[in-house]
C-alpha cells in the first residue's frame, strides 16, 4: 500500500519568514514527487515536481528530495498572506495516477 | 494557458439516480485521470485512462463506475446508482506523457448525493 504522509497542521508562520512543509513516502520505487497547492473549495494546483535527489528552485519555491530517507520537503521564501492554503505531497503518476497526502495547512500571518 | 475544464461545476442529485460528470482534457495530453475528494479528506485516485481503454483503477473504482471517451475532446465519468456516500468533490486531470509528468487539474464538480 503506498502512502504519503504529511503533518495536517496548522503551520503558523509570520510574513516574510521561510515555510517549510515536510512530506514521507512508503513507496521506495516511486520516482516523481510533486507539491500542490489548493485553497479551500478549489482543485489542487501545481507548484512543483522534483525527480531527483537534492534541491530544485523555483522562484520562491525549493523542493527537496531524499530518496535513502523517503523524504521530500518545499521551502517557502518571503512568505505571503496569499500563500496560505494547504499544500499536498503526491507522489508516482502515469498510469498508477498520484498518490497523495493528507496537505499540510499554512497560515501566513500578517 | 491551456486548461482542463470540468461540467457542471455543481451537480445535485437523488439517491440512486445516475450522473455523469463532464471533463474537456487539456488537448494535446494523452492521459487522463478522475480523482475523489471527500469533504476533509484526501485526493484520492479513481482511474487512469489510456489510448481510449482503462489503464488502472484503484479499489474505490467498483462497478458502479465507468470512464468513457465519446469523442476526441470529452472525458466522462458515470456513477450509476449514486449513494450519498459518493457526494465528494471530483476531480479530472491530465497529462501528457504519463509516468515522470505533472498533471494539471480541472476545477472540480462537487456532487452532492441526497
Known amino acids: 500500500q503506498k502512502e504519503v504522509e504529511q503533518n495536517s497542521g496548522p503551520l503558523s508562520v509570520p510574513e516574510g519568514a521561510i515555510a517549510s512543509l515536510n512530506c514521507t513516502y512508503s513507496d521506495r520505487g516511486s520516482q516523481s514527487f510533486f507539491w500542490y497547492r489548493q485553497y479551500s473549495g478549489k482543485s489542487p494546483e501545481l507548484i512543483m515536481f522534483i525527480y531527483s535527489n537534492g534541491d530544485k528552485e523555483d522562484g520562491r519555491f525549493t523542493a527537496q528530495l531524499n530518496k535513502a530517507s523517503q523524504y521530500v520537503s518545499l521551502l517557502i521564501r518571503d512568505s505571503q498572506p496569499s500563500d496560505s492554503a494547504t499544500y499536498l505531497c503526491a507522489s508516482g503518476g502515469g498510469a498508477d495516477g498520484l498518490t497523495f497526502g493528507k496537505g499540510t495547512h499554512l497560515i501566513i500571518q500578517p | ?114
Not at chain 2, 87 to 104: H, I, L, P, Q, V
Request: hydrophobic share 30%; with cysteine.
Open chain 2, 1 to 114: 494557458e491551456p486548461e482542463v475544464t470540468q461540467t457542471p461545476s455543481h451537480q445535485v442529485t437523488q439517491m440512486g439516480q445516475e450522473v455523469i460528470l463532464r471533463c474537456v482534457p487539456i488537448s494535446n495530453h494523452l492521459y487522463f485521470y478522475w480523482y475523489r475528494q471527500i469533504l476533509g479528506q484526501k485526493v484520492e485516485f479513481l482511474v487512469s485512462f489510456y489510448n481510449n481503454e482503462i489503464s488502472e483503477k484503484s479499489e474505490i473504482f467498483d462497478d458502479q463506475f465507468s470512464v468513457e471517451r465519446p469523442d476526441g475532446s470529452n472525458f466522462t465519468l458515470k456513477i450509476r446508482s449514486t449513494k450519498l456516500e459518493d457526494s465528494a468533490m471530483y476531480f479530472c486531470a491530465s497529462n501528457y506523457r504519463g509516468r515522470g509528468t505533472e498533471a494539471f487539474f480541472g476545477q472540480g464538480t462537487r456532487l452532492t448525493v441526497v
